[in-house]
């Protein structure tokens, strides 16, 4: 999406809300608990679900795109295309934040939970967010807010664009600052310039108990 000014503000690509994808392994969780990481994961062929009590984020941007995702966990059956709202934030600050993704191993018979938990006494914090979204759930408010229409993106970078295609022409929308109670969110895939996980807990189990919602 080109950049543009309207109403005093600056388009740029949309953030609806939050977090990056679950990781697949502690030792990357303790990294990411340890500082700021740079960042890019994505669940393949799954989506991924985020609550948290409150988001704050500056710099928020939002529209419409298309991902390129396995057809199943696996990576069998080739790819296919979903929609998703492009979200970002320049930067994010996040409060009791949980993070879940289900997976079934075939080996075992189960599908597996991983949970991460963090920034219950001190925010997760996040710069250059972004989450491809499939559902969000939320009470929000949006600061200096603008409504328009999507045009060509040159905003993302390298990260994934083989994986990625905008919808130029569709709905977008862009807010100075947007604050966001009570989340409740599924998505695909999320990138992240620098995630950190203040008070980090991640936990495997067996019990469906263990999703965020």
Known sequence: MESQVRGGTRWKRFAVVMVPSVL??????????????????????????VTADYLKGDG????????????????????????????SFDTASI??????????????????????????????????????????????KFEDIDIG??????????????????????FAQQARVAHLYGVEQTAWATTAGTFTLNGLSMRLGTDAKMECY
């Open 24 to 49: 697949a392994t502690a030792a990357v969780g303790v990294s990411l608990a340890q500082g700021a990481l740079a960042a890019s994961f994505s669940v393949s062929g799954q989506q991924f679900k």
């Open 149 to 170: 229409v999507a045009v060509r993106d040159k905003t993302r970078g390298p990260v994934n664009k083989d994986e990625k295609t905008t919808q130029p022409g569709g």
């Open 60 to 87: 928020f941007a939002q529209y419409g795109g298309i991902d390129t995702v396995y057809a199943s966990p696996d990576g069998e059956g080739g790819k296919k295309p979903v929609p998703v709202a492009i979200s």
């Open 95 to 140: 409060t009791n934040m949980c993070q879940s993704v289900a997976t079934k191993v075939p080996l075992i018979g189960k599908t597996i939970y991983l949970r991460l938990d963090a920034g219950r006494e001190k925010p997760v914090t996040a710069k250059n967010l972004y989450i491809d979204v499939a559902q969000l759930d939320a009470d929000a």
